[in-house]
């Protein structure tokens, strides 16, 4: 084993005594550290002083709970990097499920679309879907309630690219729109930790990532209340709500919408857990 090898599975050996050590991940601290790529990190032998500073650098902060993502600021998501600090959720894999949901509806949409993303963060959820739909995609507006998170949001959609018709303002959820805006697609990924598991969670999570975007009250579920109450209100006829859920609460959120005269479909994760809720609202059936 070349020098290199070494000190690269030396890494890994300090990494993966974190309880949220992810595979693979002593490649990425290299990469990032070294701005370099990762063929370029395996075509190396030897490793300099100076590189394993930068390096040991990293790591020092990473052994003490800090994810990678927030020691780099940046998280790539839909194939698409985005800036991430403490303010914001970095994205999750998962999410990307609700990303390809939408972009598969609006895909197979005729006319185009305007949509509403809730709670949006860094704005990953809305800005990969504009930017892999931008010709179909009408208008885009971004809400969240912290001013913070509306400024890594509004540095994300320039990092993108992203033009057209997009507006990224500050409101408590449905605060902000006049009654008469209506959207064809909402999506949402809303807090919905509970108090209880947020005390458990790990030092990666609760240290490094906004309280405010995890909570989502004592039973997780406060902001889908608001979402199958309010929703209706910003929908066209025949549209649609996209939600992520954590993967035990599929029951209790579908039976919210449900009751607020949606009609639900749930779907998995990659990992095979229910993740995404797709209530489907018919202004002329609610009005039968």
Known sequence: ?????????????????????????????VMYSLNQ???????????????????????????????????????????????????????????????EKVINEIKGRKSKIDLLDLCTGSGCIGLSIKKVCNDKIDKLVLLDIDNKALRVAKENKKLLNISGNVKILKSNMFERLKSSQKFDIITCNPPYITEQEYKNLPVGVK???????????????????????????????????????GFKQKDKVEKLFRENGFNVECFKDFSRKNRVIVGSFSERLSND
């Open 37 to 99: 790529t990762r063929e370029n990190i395996f075509l190396k032998d030897t490793i300099s002083c100076q590189e394993k500073q930068k390096i040991n650098r990293k790591l020092f902060r990473r052994m003490k709970g800090e994810p990678l993502n927030k020691i780099f600021k940046k998280q790539n998501f839909y194939g698409f990097d985005f800036k991430v600090n403490n303010s914001v959720l970095a994205p999750r894999v998962e999410t990307e499920i609700l990303v």
């Open 1 to 29: 084993m070349g020098e290199f090898m070494s000190y690269l599975n030396s890494i890994k050996l300090k990494l993966r005594e974190l309880e949220d050590y992810s595979k693979n991940e002593e490649i990425l601290l």
């Open 207 to 245: 240290n490094f990532d906004p309280k405010i975007s995890l909570v989502g009250g004592k039973e997780g579920l406060d902001y889908y209340k608001i979402l199958a109450r309010e929703s209706k209100k910003y929908l066209k006829s025949d549209g649609k709500i996209f939600v992520e859920i």
